[in-house]
């Protein structure tokens, strides 16, 4: 497909493709990596995954920051199938402009886009080594843990079936209209915020999945791309998210069945 300065043009298509490789690569690396690493057995049958610990000699500042490193890259193999079709919609909205200018614009949408999920990942990861801390303490508070991970599973698919994501759902899917938005710096920064917030306020429950089942699990992750990307891009994305919403009950309803 070749347009002339706005919609999707060849060149930052491949540019986007390219990151997705190397972000999907790095990720896959990355996980090998924890693999090989273990998980610590926990009672109640379950492990912890050592994403939540410092590695040996490295402080709790650089844990963090190597937690941060990962989230993003593997945000960036996540989200970019289901972001490069509403970066093609902002483009198309913009109309006529410059491609070098379109191509700056395009670029602060992704970055206001992706600053919303780092902070996220910001926020998770001491939320995760309290919680980590907690269960390490405490042998009753761990055994709780598949319980507890089966209602998060459940909450989360029951909250697929809410009027809350169907109108985030919406906001991802809209296509603003030609014209209508200013090619400005300013612009283009705030649409990618509030995408980027969009889209974290619609993947709650995915991601909640995600951090419960291992999130640093190549498998789940694959599986939360794809129903992400699904939801976004299909014809009936409401629908998609609630028969989504089906399977994510009933996985949560068979963990809360096991660990009871």
């Keep these: 497909m070749t347009m002339h300065t706005s919609g999707t043009r060849p060149e930052w298509l491949a540019v986007a493709a390219l990151l997705f490789a190397v ?3 790095i990720t896959g690396v990355c996980c090998a990596s924890m693999s090989a690493m273990g998980a610590m057995p926990m009672p109640g049958g379950w492990t912890m995954s050592m994403a939540w610990m410092p590695m ?15 989230w993003m890259v593997m945000m960036l193999a996540m989200m970019l199938p289901s972001l490069v079709p509403m970066l093609s919609r902002y483009r198309e909205a913009l109309g006529a402009a410059p491609a070098r200018r379109l191509g700056r614009l395009t670029a602060l949408v992704a970055g206001g886009y992706f600053l919303v999920w780092s902070l996220l990942g910001m926020a998770t990861f001491p939320v995760g080594v309290a919680l ?11 055994r709780a843990v598949p319980l507890a991970a089966g209602v998060v599973v459940l909450s989360a698919g029951l909250l697929q079936f809410t009027a809350w ?5 919406d906001c991802c899917r809209h ?25 974290c306020y619609c993947c709650a429950g995915l991601t909640a999945v995600l951090l419960v089942i291992g999130v ?11 129903a992400i ?11 998609i998210a609630r028969a989504l919403g089906v399977v994510i009950v009933w996985a949560g309803l068979f963990m809360i069945a096991r660990a009871a």
């Design 56 to 70: 040996p000699g490295e402080s709790w500042l650089g844990a963090a920051a190597s937690f941060l490193g990962m």
């Design 175 to 199: 296509s603003p209209l030609r014209g209508t938005l200013s090619a400005d710096a300013g612009t283009a920064w705030r649409h990618g915020l509030r995408l980027g917030a969009h889209c």
């Design 23 to 25: 972000s999907a690569a």
């Design 132 to 142: 980590a801390a907690l269960e390490m303490r405490s042998s009753v508070l761990a």
């Design 165 to 169: 994501k169907a109108h985030h759902l």
């Design 229 to 239: 990307t699904l939801e976004r891009l299909a014809p009936a994305g409401t629908r």
């Design 216 to 226: 640093m699990d190549l498998r789940a992750m694959a599986v939360v791309t794809a």
